[in-house]
């Protein structure tokens, strides 16, 4: 018997990726042309959001079509359940740590280029913060997390086992970010946002671990005004490593808060077991 795919199967998946590479060139082009004649003064991080929005929205929703399924079924939104949001807060503000000294340590071996360092030091200076919060903090866990979490997460999973679409989807997660620098970091943090996609069936989870991997940083930096070398230091250079009781620290609170996100996914499906055998 022919296995029927749905769609967006792996192939599928890859032309999506690429249509919102060239999608968000388009625009970010024309709206940096356009801006100024029509008097509009974008900064940066405005012209990042802005871009981001109507590219990715465009591609998700166009790809949504396609499907020919519900919005509801590919783009699940449930209500959070508190104990899981607070666990997974906790194990993405150790990610955030962890992932930024793999970052540094794969610096060492291949530095930033000039171009990527002074790009990325623009974007985490507090001269447009408010801007930044927002497309970092908002735009983008929205955008990626319906895009690569509700589209493609939808169609791979439907087409694949767990770890086989986990994977396809974290790496092109990780392409999408065009920098060998930030492929590792969003691989692995691709990979946690569709495991918890998978246990709790909702987007809203993943959506704001997505919120709090990119925004703890600042909050530390400019929220706190703490700033620790490698991390959150007065800029962002190769060669920085994190102090190591960060780095413990990191991995603790990482493999903490995963322990207990499964103990809460375990104990809430065995509580909707009992419901559903005392309901039959």
């Known amino acids: 018997m022919t296995k029927k795919w749905i769609f967006p199967a792996l192939p599928g998946a890859i032309l999506i990726v690429l249509a919102t590479i060239v999608v968000t060139f388009l625009v970010g082009f024309l709206l940096h042309r356009v801006g100024p004649i029509l008097g509009l003064r ?45 666990a997974v807060l906790l194990t993405c503000i150790g990610w955030t740590i962890t992932i930024s000294e793999i970052d540094n340590l794969f610096s060492l071996a291949l530095p930033k280029p000039d171009f990527i360092l002074e790009m990325l030091n623009r974007l985490f ?23 690569f979490r509700g589209l493609i997460w939808n169609g791979l999973r439907g087409n694949y086992s767990f770890i086989k679409a986990a994977l396809w989807t974290s790496l092109l997660f990780g392409i999408l970010h065009l920098n060998p620098w930030q492929f590792i970091g969003a691989g ?44 959150t230091g007065e800029s962002m250079q190769n060669g920085l ?19 207990i996100s499964i103990f809460l996914f375990r104990k809430r499906e065995r509580q909707a077991s009992h419901f559903s055998t005392n309901y039959l």
Request: proline letters at 4%.
């Open 125 to 147: 200076s507090d001269e447009d913060l408010l801007g930044t919060s927002i497309a970092l903090m908002v735009v983008a866990p929205f955008t990626e997390e319906f895009l």
């Open 42 to 86: 974008l900064t940066e991080t405005s012209l990042l959001g802005i871009t981001n929005t109507l590219s990715i929205g465009a591609v998700a929703l166009t790809g949504w079509y396609f499907t020919g399924r519900s919005f509801r079924e590919v783009f699940s939104i449930r209500k959070a359940n508190i104990p899981e949001s607070l």
């Open 241 to 259: 490593l994190q102090p190591l009781w960060l780095d413990c620290m990191g991995v603790t609170i990482t493999v903490v808060g995963i322990a």
């Open 188 to 231: 692995i943090v691709g990979f946690y946002f569709a495991w918890l996609l998978e246990n709790t069936g909702s987007l809203a989870q993943p959506i704001l671990a997505h919120m709090v991997f990119n925004g703890f940083p600042i909050f530390v930096k400019f929220g706190l005004g703490i700033q620790i070398n490698g991390y």
